[in-house]
């Protein structure tokens, strides 16, 4: 192994090595990335990785290691990230050094672990010369670091007992309530999902996993467990709260396509309306303007009374006031994004409304734009539109469920949904409808078809 001492990157991840880690990995000098996650590694961490002074990642996570941190990585000077979760490490977690910038992501899955409350684990047990010290440490670095490094959790909730403190955010079809904001300890999570079971598994995304979980006071709340293996997870971290309200009835494509759920069309207008009311906030509700970048039926989520809220904004983009497009190497989901984020990385708010387009055409057909009937040439949209004058694309369970309708009223309303998100998913971005015409096209919809169930139509 000497003849490696000149390598700058060693990935040895997902491989099932078991065994002690070489200490000889320490002479590897010109180190800067060192990835040995998911194996099963045992024994303790080489003192001899505090040599590595070039190390810029450490990921030992996912193995059997034991003893304690080695105070030798509190040397390592350009050491940004460091994930050593999900082991059986105790002792205390070393404070120096690189240790100041570290947040309890590194260290998640180590019961034994103690030391500075920032990490999530709690303090060590120690003499009172020793605890005098532990709280000059927190009093120094605990109230600045509050501000400007990661919280692992945001508890972010409905305070129904006190309805007298709703305020309404413009743009949203809901009315919140004031949230309230706690530290949640990993233990409390980890009790409220059952150990991550995969029984409270709510879904996948592209940084981690979203699973319920039932917190000691009973609050019922979506934790998403990042994979920081993933380039990008550390941002995502960064960018999203971990613990957020949970959305009862799931997701709009369960409801689509679970043989167990049925959506009549009143309550798909009615999501739409929603998801539209939303977007618009996003878009023009601040002075910068959000785009999702990511808008599919798996992130529209329906609370308890089927109100449909827009989640997942690990990809979202920020546009700086006045400006009306962004570039970007991060696409969203196949099917749904614009055509010109994949031809030219092109980034802005028509992109969301070519999104919002495909999902109304989907809600309607219950085809998604991946089905397999869309190959070669005829996508979702020419199949749609070459079959507009017909109802052959309309859901059949739809058609069941508003059986005894007026045929020529639910025609009507079924084409103008369709003809809508036609319009919104256009090929060229200055052929979309801009945000506000697409909300009046919707709720004038909605209205209508509100207006022919009130009649008895």
């Known amino acids: 192994m000497r003849k490696l001492e000149a390598i700058t990157f060693m990935n040895l991840s997902f491989n099932q090595i078991t065994g002690n880690i070489p200490s000889i990995i320490g002479a590897f000098e010109s180190l800067r990335n060192l990835d040995f996650s998911n194996n099963s590694f045992q024994g303790d961490i080489p003192q ?31 050491l940004k990230h460091l994930n050593l979760s999900f082991n059986k490490l105790s002792g205390e977690i070393p404070s120096g050094g690189p240790f100041r910038n570290f947040t ?36 120094k670095y605990i109230v600045p670091a509050f501000a400007s490094m990661i919280i692992f959790a945001a508890l972010v909730f409905m305070l129904r007992k006190h309805p007298e403190c709703k305020v309404q955010i413009p743009g949203l079809p809901i009315t919140l309530s004031k949230v309230a904001h706690r530290m949640i300890s990993y233990q409390e999570l980890r009790s409220g999902t059952n150990n991550f079971c995969e029984s409270n598994l709510l879904g996948t995304g592209g940084f981690g996993s979203v699973y319920k979980a039932i917190l000691p006071d009973e609050t019922i709340v979506a934790v998403k467990v990042l994979n920081l293996q993933l380039e990008g997870g550390f941002k995502s971290f960064d960018a999203e709260c971990k613990v957020l309200q949970y959305m009862s009835n799931g997701s709009l494509e369960k409801w689509l396509y679970s043989h167990n759920y049925c959506l009549n069309l009143v309550q798909r207008v009615s999501i739409m309306v929603d998801v539209a009311s939303a977007l618009e906030y996003l878009h023009n509700g601040q002075s910068e303007s959000v785009v999702h970048c990511d808008l599919k039926p798996s992130n529209i989520l329906l609370d308890e009374d089927m109100v449909a809220h827009v989640g997942d904004f690990g990809i979202a983009k920020i546009l700086a006031e006045n400006k009306d497009a962004t570039q970007t190497r991060t696409l969203g989901t196949l099917g749904y994004i614009a055509p010109e984020y994949g031809s030219e990385g092109k980034v802005s708010t028509k992109g969301d409304i070519y ?47 508003e059986d005894g309708r007026d045929v020529t009223t639910m025609q009507t309303i079924l084409s103008s949904i369709l003809e809508l998100g036609l319009r919104c998913s256009a090929e060229l971005p200055d052929e979309r409808l801009n945000i506000k015409d697409m909300v009046t096209k919707v709720n004038k919809i909605k209205l209508a078809l509100l207006g022919n169930r009130n009649r008895g139509v």
């Open 355 to 401: 999104s919002y387009g495909i999902i109304l055409l989907e809600l309607i057909t219950r085809k998604k734009p991946t089905d397999e009937m869309f190959v070669g040439e005829v996508n979702m949209r020419q199949w749609i539109a070459s079959l507009l004058d017909r109802m052959d694309v309309v859901d059949d369970g739809l058609l069941r469920i």
């Open 48 to 78: 001899s990785f505090g040599q590595l002074k070039r190390l810029d990642q450490l990921d030992l996570s996912n193995n059997n290691l034991s003893g304690a941190i080695p105070k030798s990585l509190e040397a390592l000077p350009f």
């Open 104 to 139: 309890t992501e590194s260290f998640l899955g180590n019961k034994a672990l103690c030391g500075n409350p920032i990490f999530g684990v709690p303090p060590c047990a120690s003499s009172s010369s020793k605890g005098s010290r532990v709280k000059q440490i927190m009093l």
